[in-house]
């Protein structure tokens, strides 16, 4: 079963500050993708991508920025964070692109973000 | 852009009692449907996968797809206290990104 570890679980940041959310997958998957959770709003897609050093924008991208690094790690940024960005935050990765009739998204367990 | 709504928000059934959760979607085109499942504090983990209008079974839960209406429901048969958690409906269509629902809060009391 596929593999997705989130760091870190927790984090609290003030306005303006800088984070970091990691994630990896441990399966080989070429796709990962960074979601947000907020009430009212379900899960919304910020960044994906479909390889390392590849970048894809995707429903809710402004104020993040996102790298691949390698096919198994994918950074989530927030370099000036603002209190709309408190948020649960979760990676996913799959081995094609989306929901397919093949394809499967794995989630993480999430990383909840709070900033002051 | 692809609108999916779930209801109701939240739901409480006792245990052995079917729980019947309704998501409508806006693109008739769609051609992906999931249904998740959220415990508290968790990730998100599949539970059916649904392609064609009918049923599909995976033990206790059973989507059915209707796309005509607009619909797929998630039938739970004789939940249990540990089936508690959001429950999200996902749709694609075709190799694009697919979207949630906010979700049902389901709650199964003993």
């Known amino acids: 079963e596929a593999a997705v570890t989130q760091s870190p679980r927790n984090k609290v940041t003030v306005t303006g500050g800088n984070v970091t959310l990691s994630c990896r997958q441990t399966?080989?998957?070429?796709?990962m993708y960074w979601y947000r959770q907020d009430t009212g709003h379900g899960l919304r897609l910020i960044h994906y991508s479909y390889g390392a050093g590849n970048l894809q924008i995707g429903d809710v991208p402004d104020g993040y920025k996102a790298t691949r690094t390698t096919q198994e790690d994918f950074f989530l940024l927030l370099e000036l964070a603002s209190p709309s960005q408190t948020s649960l935050y979760f990676c996913a990765s799959s081995d094609v692109w989306g929901v397919t009739n093949t394809g499967q998204l794995y989630f993480g367990e999430g990383s909840k973000l709070t900033v002051l | 852009q692809q609108k999916v709504q779930q209801s109701p928000e939240s739901l409480t059934v006792s245990e052995g009692a079917m729980a019947s959760l309704n998501c409508t979607f806006s693109?008739?085109?769609?051609?992906?449907f999931r249904w998740y499942r959220q415990h508290s504090g968790k990730g998100l983990e599949v539970l059916v996968s649904i392609f064609s209008d009918g049923e599909k079974e995976e033990g206790s839960f059973t989507a059915h797809l209707n796309r005509a209406s607009l619909h797929v429901f998630l039938h739970i048969r004789e939940p249990q206290p540990s089936d508690s958690a959001l429950y999200l409906c996902?749709?694609?269509?075709?190799?694009?990104?697919?979207?949630f629902g906010k979700g049902t809060s389901l709650t199964v009391i003993p």
């Open positions: 996902a749709v694609n269509t075709g190799y694009q990104n697919f979207y």
């Open positions: 399966n080989s998957h070429n796709y």
């Open positions: 693109d008739r085109s769609s051609d992906n």
